[in-house]
């Protein structure tokens, strides 16, 4: 199946540093890269994904860069505030089973004031 | 408001008694799935299904029973729950596939916290 390694599994940075994110994936055909954003005591909500045909997709302070040649992609945030403090979970559908999805192990960003 | 509904919030049960998690959508969508959340681990796929009558596992099946009778539901079954099934548990819900494959936003119930004693 799909082998997602999330890192780091914990950030802490202060109010308006960047936080990095990256996800590294195993052999996988499917073109598609979410990013998810579960804040405490919540759901998962999407916040940003990504087709392979394309490198980069922003979204305000918000970005997901793909490498599919070294087989990672990345969440950047820029210009960090404490409401961005959350788990933040990629994931990456399985090969041949389409309707598998493999998640990250997590990585718990928290923003100081 | 468009939603995926799971009954109840939190559950507390003890060994060997037969529950049934409930998750409900209204979106019209094709895919819904169940996942577990255990710290340190992400969330885990348990069973998913692509359509109606359609179920396959995911990467921790074992111990739980799913149904897809009605396009709106997924039942989570577990008939004889066990202490290490403890976890907080999420149904989602997705249009689907596109081309290539998976390639749609999941969207979430707001979860079940299951405790078995």
């Known amino acids: 199946g799909e082998n997602v390694e999330q890192h780091p599994s ?35 909500q999407l916040i940003i994904d990504i087709r392979s045909n394309v490198g980069e997709k922003k979204d305000q302070r918000i970005a997901v860069t793909l490498n599919k040649t070294a087989k990672h992609f990345s969440l950047h945030i820029t210009e960090t505030q404490p409401e961005d403090s959350a788990v933040y979970f990629c994931a990456r559908p399985g090969d041949g089973s389409y309707g598998k999805l493999t998640f990250g192990q997590g990585t718990i960003l928290t923003v100081h004031p | 408001e468009a939603q995926v509904t799971q009954n109840p919030r939190y559950l507390i049960t003890v060994t060997g008694k037969k529950l049934t998690v409930t998750c409900s959508q209204n979106m019209n969508h094709e895919y819904m799935s169940w996942y577990r959340q255990d710290p340190g681990l992400g969330l885990r796929q348990i069973y998913y299904s692509m359509n109606v009558e359609v179920t396959d596992k995911g990467d921790v099946p074992e111990g739980y029973k799913v149904s897809r009778k009605e396009k709106r539901n ?6 004889s729950p066990s202490p ?34």
């Open chain 1, 10 to 44: 914990t950030l802490s940075v202060q109010e308006g540093d960047s936080a990095v994110i990256k996800c590294t994936y195993s052999d996988s055909a499917s073109n598609y890269f979410p990013w998810y954003k579960q804040e405490l005591g919540k759901r998962p």
């Open chain 2, 74 to 79: 997924f039942p989570l079954i577990l008939e």
């Open chain 2, 84 to 117: 290490n099934q403890t976890s907080l548990y999420f149904c989602a819900s997705s249009p689907g596939q596109g081309v290539g494959g998976f390639n749609s936003p999941l969207h979430f119930g707001n979860g079940t916290r299951l405790t078995v004693t």
